[in-house]
């Protein structure tokens, strides 16, 4: 079975300072990950994905998560945050093998103050 | 390009009667998925639509709730004898396919059962 945890609900930052949501997984084989972003009252919107090859994926915005395999995390990060980027970010896992649906997590809410 | 549309955005409807919502995913997109998203909670799986084959129905909650896509293209969530509890935003996504590709999302439809 594969299954993604977020283990914050809520992460705080100040405008200007660097930005972290965290987001481990697990799956038997191999992982497709994702990172989407929920702006309020708006669908979701892609972001970013792991596929392979370099570790570090960089995406829309700013965003960038690093793959790390031995810690099965992959971690949503930014240099230097805005107050725009506060809303509801979603990390999803799929193994690569297979045909399973893809799997979110619960969600981070990331709250920038300026 | 045109992305996923949905409707209707909002539904209201008595405890008991019947819903339908529609979605239009994005022009050659092969799959097809409907999430379900309670208030501040994350995406729970539906059901999934790939090409001619037999969707991937393990995600619906009860044999009121069923789906179909009608010549790949456009697809129809079903609610029969609606209760309370299926008071959610309902999304839908479509993509390139399984595997590797990401899923672009529609706005919703946010259904409300009194």
Do not use: M
Request: charged share 15%; hydrophobic share 30%; proline share 5%.
């Amino acid at each position: 079975a594969q299954s993604v945890a977020q283990p914050e609900d809520q992460v705080n930052v100040a405008e200007g300072n660097p930005l972290t949501v965290k987001c481990t997984y697990s799956v038997s084989g191999n992982p497709y990950l994702f990172w989407y972003v929920q702006y309020p009252n708006r669908g979701l919107q892609f972001l970013l994905k792991y596929i392979t090859g370099d570790n570090l994926v960089k995406g829309s915005y700013g965003f960038e998560a690093e793959f790390n395999k031995s810690q099965t995390s992959f971690h949503l990060k930014k240099p230097s945050a805005l107050v725009s980027d506060s809303a509801l970010y979603f990390c999803a896992v799929r193994d690569a093998a297979g045909n399973t649906p893809l799997v979110f997590g619960k969600g981070t809410r990331l709250s920038v103050i300026a | 390009g045109a992305g996923v549309s949905q409707s209707p955005s909002n539904k209201v409807t008595e405890k008991g009667k019947d819903v339908e919502l529609r979605c239009d995913p994005i022009s050659g997109h092969t799959a097809l998925y409907w999430y379900r998203q309670s208030l501040g909670q994350g995406l729970e799986f539906l059901i999934y639509f790939q090409g001619n084959s037999a969707p991937d129905k393990s995600g619906l909650p009860s044999d009121r709730f069923s789906a179909e896509r009608t010549g790949g293209s456009v697809s129809t969530l079903t609610i029969q004898r609606t209760q309370q509890e299926d008071s959610a935003v309902y999304l839908c996504a479509s993509s390139l396919g399984q595997g590797p590709y990401e899923q672009y999302f529609g706005p919703g439809t946010r259904l409300t059962v009194t």
